[in-house]
């Protein structure tokens, strides 16, 4: 829900960019079609951007430090864990309100689409009896509501106030919408008025948009009858109106706009050169919402036993195999993007040789999100709580009923859901029993979803499997996180801390969205083992490293 929410806010930023260009330069110039188009275009660009992802990938180039370092300084980085507050008579459910303010944008879209839908049944009632002129156009005659007006090529005539001669102008005008597909843009500017009510700017959007339409239509309709008499009858027929959004009047837009226009000195072609200004804008959205910078390392190569990293050509080797080098061993598991970091002291053995040991991970700890009731037995330690949302780690648990033993450390959840926090996978159940000091679970009668597939199979790979399986990182110098929460860097003396595998190295980025660690004067250690290079990747999800200028000596 707030991935949604913040994706409408990147459309908005969008939109005002947008048309804060077309005012600025575009808005005066006489190239009607190609202020539509990009009017059109804009739109779009605006709900696509911050869709798209792009990766650039920069090299960096490893140094290696020859000065002895001291960890002893190096502090956790976020060790708060959330935990379950005793019970409380007085307490009350906690509003979720990312979730009011989602359902609150929900029932107003819905309710804007329903209008437009049900405007355009009443303007559709009206198509059932017309006249087909040689132009292709339907006439209806109409002459109270909505007339003298156009919907695709349906033109609604009131036939008792217009003379042939002003028919024959009006309908060559409504012809011009017809043929250029106007009533579309209009029903498209409908639907993303409902997107996007809350943004002002949409409604400018639609404005503009219908004023070029009529730009357009003016313009080649006065090349055949002339400006002058064609601005006499918009005076003449300006006094009708229309609250129909779906139409296109002959006078709905403000006719002293039209007129000057009509009589507007044409834009010089060289002005065309002007659209080209939006190149820059467009590209700094895609660098601001589209565009996100990966660092890597370009290295010489070596070969030894099963590994092979040579320019241009890398081998992976799964960590597991390294155990063929003699004293070498090391392993791995599953992440959690939400951990704190639980460092030890560090001890220092020598110039290049930096060894950390991590505290073995407390039992999760759920936090209560919201609930309905929630009763509890004080001697047994035991909570009952109706229609509960519970974050897990890095799951999120809604469940009709659960029974929390806190005493013991386990959660029985009836009709439940468990999801991941990025909504990638989805586990539906009627029964899951967590087993919160070992960090397993299982479910009964479940189906598991990813991306919209059964696949059951997927579903260790993506949820909570080993609950305690945590990354840990800590730095001296500084830790930088990105805008999107998917980079970590660590800076000076940095730390890194998985299940039994510690790295540790003067730099560390480490991406959560692809689950891979860089780190630059690497040792990597397991128990009493190491291995050292002046610089490794290590993928977290496939157990797999690649090794840089690997030390295979030690």
């Known amino acids: 829900m707030m991935e949604w929410l913040i994706y409408l806010l990147k459309v908005t930023v969008c939109t005002v960019l947008f048309f804060g260009f077309y005012l600025l330069f575009l808005r005066k110039l006489t190239f009607f079609k190609i202020n539509r188009f990009y009017l059109l275009g804009t739109l779009l660009l605006s709900f696509i951007i911050p869709v798209v992802q792009f990766e650039i990938k920069r090299e960096t180039v490893v140094t290696e430090i020859q000065n002895s370092v001291n960890v002893g300084e190096i502090k956790p980085f976020n060790s708060v864990q959330p935990i379950l507050p005793e019970y409380d008579g007085q307490a009350k459910p906690e509003i979720n309100w990312s979730e009011q303010i989602y359902g609150a944008y929900v029932a107003v879209a819905s309710l804007l689409l329903l209008i437009c839908l049900w405007r355009l049944f009443n303007l559709l009632k009206y198509t059932g009896k017309y006249t087909k002129n040689g132009s292709g156009l339907k006439l209806i005659s109409k002459s109270v509501g909505f007339t003298n007006c156009s919907f695709f090529n349906y033109v609604f005539i009131n036939e008792y106030n217009i003379s042939q001669s002003d028919m024959a102008v009006l309908l060559k005008h409504e012809e011009v919408h017809a043929r250029q597909f106007h009533s579309a843009d209009k029903m498209m500017l409908m639907i993303f008025k409902s997107i996007l009510w809350f943004n002002p700017v949409i409604y400018l959007y639609d404005k503009v948009l219908e004023q070029v339409h009529e730009y357009e239509a003016d313009e080649i309709t006065s090349n055949g009858f002339g400006n002058q008499a064609y601005a006499n009858l918009l005076l003449k027929l300006a006094i009708s109106k229309s609250d129909m959004p779906l ?229 001296k110098d500084s830790v930088k996180i990105s805008r999107d929460k998917l980079i970590v860097s660590l800076f000076g003396n940095a730390m890194l801390s998985y299940n039994e595998v510690k790295l540790s190295g003067s730099k560390i980025v480490y991406n959560k969205k692809d689950n891979r660690v860089l780190v630059n004067d690497a040792t990597m250690t397991s128990g009493d083992t190491k291995i050292k290079a002046d610089s490794l990747v290590f993928d977290i999800k496939t157990k797999k490293t690649k090794l840089f200028g690997a030390d295979f000596n030690h």
């Not at 991941?420 to 299982?442: C, E, M, P, Q, V």
């Not at 598991?448 to 260790?460: F, M, S």
Request: include cysteine; hydrophobic fraction near 40%.
């Open 247 to 475: 139409i296109h009047n002959f006078v709905k837009n403000p006719v002293k706009e039209r007129i000057k226009m009509l009589f507007h000195s044409k834009s010089k072609n060289m002005k065309k050169l002007m659209y080209l200004l939006a190149l820059p804008v467009v590209a700094g959205l895609f660098w601001l919402f589209a565009v996100q910078v990966v660092y890597a390392n370009k290295l010489a190569g070596l070969k030894h036993g099963g590994l092979l990293v040579q320019e241009g050509k890398i081998l992976f080797t799964d960590i597991n195999s390294i155990r063929n080098i003699p004293g070498e061993t090391l392993s791995s598991g599953k992440i959690d993007k939400t951990t704190s970091a639980l460092y030890k002291t560090a001890q220092v053995k020598s110039n290049k040789e930096v060894l950390t040991d991590t505290v073995k991970p407390k039992p999760v700890k759920p936090r209560i999100i919201s609930y309905r009731k929630l009763r509890g037995d004080v001697k047994t330690k035991t909570y009952y709580i109706e229609n509960a949302v519970i974050d897990i780690v890095n799951c999120r648990l809604e469940a009709g009923y659960v029974e929390f033993d806190q005493a013991n450390n386990k959660i029985l959840a009836r009709n439940a859901t468990l999801k991941t926090l990025d909504r990638k996978s989805t586990i539906k159940s009627a029964l899951f029993t967590f087993d919160l000091n070992s960090g397993t679970y299982s479910a009964e009668n479940n189906e598991a979803k990813t991306g919209g597939n059964i696949h059951d199979a997927e579903r260790k790979k993506d949820l909570l499997i080993k609950l305690n399986d945590k990354v840990d990182y800590a730095a």
